[in-house]
Every structure is written in structure tokens, then in C-alpha cells.
């Protein structure tokens, strides 16, 4: 079918979406009152799945799971998103290009913002203009960090790794979590939801103000951190505690990349640790900051950070202009060093990561985007990489992941500091992290406790069976 008739077909069905869910969901309730009205048919929801389906059998373990990492065990509850191995992220059932379509963007802008991507990730409702506007609001009120955390991040060395310090910065901000202090007080476990949800709003205010402060510290001390400024979304107002704010591209580039790397499903190291860690109950501010330091990974997070350097590096080893045996080349270099190719493969993934297609349409349509020597490499990178990494053999994902163009972009704008960059996915990844540590809370989820076996005991049982 022609590219446009497709477009075209695409376009009426993500504008039908758009009616639909606005027509069903739109509202002048406020986040808290959504999930209040939400919750009940949850709960019902989850009593009866345990009720009527508690013995049904989702599949098998097999020794490769359990020595491989527990890939492909259905062995987790998380609400916000699905991930197909081969379309990529659903959130609540909404692709990547239909979220684009529904969600509110920011005003004077065009790309979703993250206030509405938390919205639709914990309530699974597209939220109004008007809410998404009160939720900014709130947030930018609530944004201020307080000082004994200000002095904390100032007593820091500029050399401690910007991720070190904002999961240390994360988890200070406990001393005044409402969480603990509802649970000292003994209140109800029905209740534990609202706490966590409060605990949860105020660290995506504040985080920016903390991954600011960061990058002020280790990289520019010359920085002014503003006031956060309340008609802002959350994102403009980082943009310009982060000296972006008169840097439009700049500014729309990380709405987009913030909403997008919000959330993954729940298996991944962040989300999955955050889960982890607040199954016991520790509060949302701690429990984030454990996620953060798995996210600090180089084959996790920190995976954009790895592709940059190696951009880089082929592209002093390439030139600008490289053909794409030179890529090739360089490509193969690299594996034969022993080394993976930073931003290629996944998990779960098997085809290319919807993210990194969002991520090249942003590039296709900005100008500015077009005669960039690092974005161009990036697109040529992603046209030959498959194909070696296929003759390589190794990989079962050889395309590219969304790490193998998101830092060439803060690259490209003027953000060049590499060790920052997985702090940025930092603050992003609290949406969906915290999304569902309010929905453990809601649902009364237990504490985690798999049962682990050693290699001995898999041996011993292997045989007998
Ligand atoms: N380059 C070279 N070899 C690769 C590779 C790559 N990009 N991706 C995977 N392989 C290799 C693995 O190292 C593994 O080799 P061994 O058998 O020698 O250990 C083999 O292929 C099989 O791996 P896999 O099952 O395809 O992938 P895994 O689930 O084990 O790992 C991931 C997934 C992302 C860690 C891996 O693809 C990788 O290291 N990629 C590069 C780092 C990266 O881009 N990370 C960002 C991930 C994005 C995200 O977190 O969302």
C-alpha cells in the first residue's frame, strides 16, 4: 500500500482514538480523584483473577530461565505497559505513535509531555488539556528542593558520577516522606495508596530541580537555577534550569525523550528493582533510588552514554562523511575487540525499538537536525549495523535500540557532557516506576520472595526428572 494511503489511514484511526478516549475519559477530576474512582473495579478486578484463575498455569521454567537472567517468566504484575517482542511498547494498549497523537503537549509546543504520559500510565485515561495544565501546575509549586538536600548535592565531589549522586539525592528525600510517616502512624493498608501517591508527585516535582542542581555542580558552575517557573510543564522547566530554555528544539527534544523512556513494562533492571524494593514496603523516594542505580548500568541506562563514545570514536576513526563499508569496517572492529555494539539489541525486543523510530522522525522533521554530521552517522549506523550484526551471529535482536540515537541528539543540541545523560533518563523513568509503586500499594501487592535453587540442587533435580 502507497507510504501516504497508509498515513492517511493511520491518521483517521489515531484521530477516532483520540475522540474515543477523550469522549470516554474526559474530565475535570484531578489525578487523585481518578485513581480514587479507578481503584475499586481494580481491586474487584484482581480478587476475582486470584479467585477464579489463582491455580491456571502461565508456563513453564525451564533451567535456561532460571540460569539466563529469568528471561521470558511471566512472573510480574505491572500495569503501565506491555512489550510486544515485535511491535514494541503498548502503553495501556496505545503505541508509540498513538500516544503521540492523543496525549496533550505542551502549550506552544508539539510533543507529549511527561505530565501526561503519568497521567495515562497510572490511570490508563487519556487526561484533558485542563489536567494535564493542573498537573504541570502543581508541580512546578512543589519543585523547590530543600535545603539540607541542596547541601547534600553542594558537599558532593564534582568527580562522584552524576547517577551516584542523584540516587543518593532521591533517597534523602525520604526524610520527609508522608509514606512513613502514615505507616508510623498505623493507618490503614487501604489507604496506603494515597501516601505513596503524594511521596510520588512530589519527587517528579523535585526531580528536576535535583538532576539540575547535578549538572550545575559537576559541569557548569556557571549555571543559574531559576525559580521553577508555574506556567511551565515539567520538562520546559528543566529545560531551563539546565540553560535551555530559549532552545526550542532542545526543549521538544526532551518532552519527547522523557515521555517516551518513561516506562518499559516491568521486567527491566529499574523498574523491576523499583518494584523489588518497595514490595517491602520502603517508600517510593528509596525505592526509586535503588531503580536509579540499576539504571546506572552500562547495559542498561548508561547504554546511551557508551554509544556516544563510540560514535564518537568511529567517527575520528571514519570521518564525517563515511561510506558504508567504513562503517562497516569500524563495525566490525569493535566486535572483533570483543566489545558490543552500544545501542543495538534487547531483552526483549526483536525487531526495531519503536522508540528509536520516534526518536529518527523527530530528526526527519527539525531543520536544524539535517546537516548534523553525528545524526547523519547515527542514521547510516543504523542501515549497515543490522547486517553485521546478523553475520556476526551473536545477538537475537540485531537492530537498533532506542540508546543508539537518544545522546547523539542531547549531543547534537549542545549537551556534551556523556556522564549526564543517564540522569536525564533518570528523571524520566520515575513516571512509570512510580506509577505502579502507587498501584502495589493500591492492590495491597505482597512483598516479593521468589524462590531461588543452586546449581547443585537444578543438577540434581535435572537428572531424576
Ligand atoms: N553487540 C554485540 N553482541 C551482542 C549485542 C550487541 N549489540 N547484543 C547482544 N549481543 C550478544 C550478547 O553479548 C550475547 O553474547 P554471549 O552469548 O557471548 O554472552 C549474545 O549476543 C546473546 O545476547 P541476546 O540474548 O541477544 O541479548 P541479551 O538479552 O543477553 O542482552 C542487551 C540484551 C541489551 C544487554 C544486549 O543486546 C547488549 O549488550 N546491547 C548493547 C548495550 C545496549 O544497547 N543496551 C541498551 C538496552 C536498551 C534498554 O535497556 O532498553
Redesign the pocket.
Known amino acids: 500500500m502507497p507510504p501516504l494511503i497508509v498515513a492517511a489511514r493511520h491518521a483517521i484511526k489515531c484521530s477516532a482514538l483520540r475522540t474515543s478516549y477523550r469522549t470516554r475519559y474526559a474530565s475535570s477530576l484531578s489525578l487523585k480523584e481518578t485513581l480514587a474512582e479507578i481503584i475499586p473495579a481494580k481491586r474487584e478486578q484482581l480478587a476475582r483473577v486470584r479467585k477464579e484463575y489463582g491455580q491456571t498455569v502461565l508456563g513453564d521454567i525451564k533451567v535456561e530461565n532460571v540460569i539466563g ?1 529469568m ?1 521470558g517468566l511471566k512472573a510480574l504484575l505491572w500495569e503501565g505497559s506491555l512489550l510486544d517482542p515485535n511491535e514494541g511498547i503498548r502503553f495501556h494498549g496505545l503505541s508509540i505513535p498513538e500516544v503521540q497523537k492523543v496525549l496533550p503537549a505542551a502549550r506552544g509546543g508539539k510533543e507529549i509531555i511527561a505530565e501526561s504520559m503519568f497521567w495515562l500510565l497510572i490511570t490508563g485515561k487519556v487526561p484533558t488539556e485542563e489536567q494535564t495544565r493542573r498537573l504541570s501546575q502543581q508541580l512546578a509549586e512543589n519543585g523547590a528542593l530543600p535545603q539540607y538536600v541542596k547541601d547534600i548535592l553542594d558537599a558532593f565531589p564534582r568527580t562522584l558520577h552524576p547517577m551516584t549522586q542523584l540516587g543518593m539525592g532521591v533517597a534523602a528525600l525520604n526524610h520527609d516522606s508522608r509514606f512513613v510517616k502514615a505507616y508510623d502512624r498505623g493507618v490503614l493498608k487501604s489507604e496506603y495508596w494515597t501516601y505513596a501517591l503524594e511521596d510520588s508527585l512530589d519527587l517528579l516535582a523535585k526531580l528536576p530541580s535535583l538532576a539540575a542542581r547535578i549538572y550545575r555542580n559537576v559541569h557548569r558552575p556557571d549555571l543559574k537555577l531559576p525559580d521553577l517557573d508555574k506556567n511551565q510543564d515539567l520538562v520546559g522547566n528543566y529545560a531551563t534550569l539546565l540553560g535551555y530554555g530559549d532552545n526550542d528544539g532542545m526543549k521538544e527534544y526532551l518532552r519527547l525523550y522523557i515521555a517516551l523512556h518513561g516506562d ?1 513494562e516491568g521486567g ?2 529499574s523498574a523491576h528493582t523499583s518494584h523489588l524494593v518497595a514490595s517491602a514496603l520502603s517508600d517510593p523516594y528509596i525505592s526509586y533510588s535503588a531503580a536509579l542505580f540499576g539504571l546506572a548500568g ?4 548508561l ?1 546511551n552514554q ?2 556516544l563514545r563510540w560514535i564518537l570514536s568511529m567517527k575520528d576513526a571514519v570521518g564525517e562523511n563515511a561510506s558504508n563499508e567504513q562503517i562497516k569496517d569500524y563495525l566490525w572492529s569493535t ?1 572483533k575487540s570483543g ?9 526483549v525486543l526483536r525487531d526495531p ?1 519503536p522508540r528509536f523510530i520516534a526518536l529518527q522522525n523527530f530528526c526527519e522533521v527539525r531543520p536544524e537536525l539535517q546537516d548534523s554530521p553525528i545524526i547523519q552517522l547515527v542514521k547510516k549506523t543504523s542501515e549497515v549495523a543490522p547486517g553485521v ?1 546478523r553475520q ?1 551471529g ?4 540485531p537492530n537498533p ?4 540515537t537518544s545522546g547523539c541528539l542531547l549531543y547534537h543540541y549542545g549537551l556534551t557532557e556523556f556522564n549526564y545523560y543517564t540522569v536525564i533518563f533518570g528523571v524520566s523513568r520515575a513516571l512509570g516506576c512510580l506509577a505502579q509503586i502507587v498501584w502495589s500499594r493500591a492492590l495491597g501487592l505482597p512483598i516479593e520472595r521468589p524462590k531461588s535453587i543452586t546449581l547443585g540442587a537444578i543438577e540434581e533435580f535435572a537428572i531424576k526428572a
Open positions: 537472567g528471561r518499559h527491566n533492571v552500562p547495559l542498561h541506562g547504554a557508551e554509544v566486535l566489545r558490543v555494539i552500544p545501542g543495538y539489541g534487547h531483552g525499538d550484526l556476526h551473536k545477538t537475537k535482536n535500540n532506542v540508546d543508539a
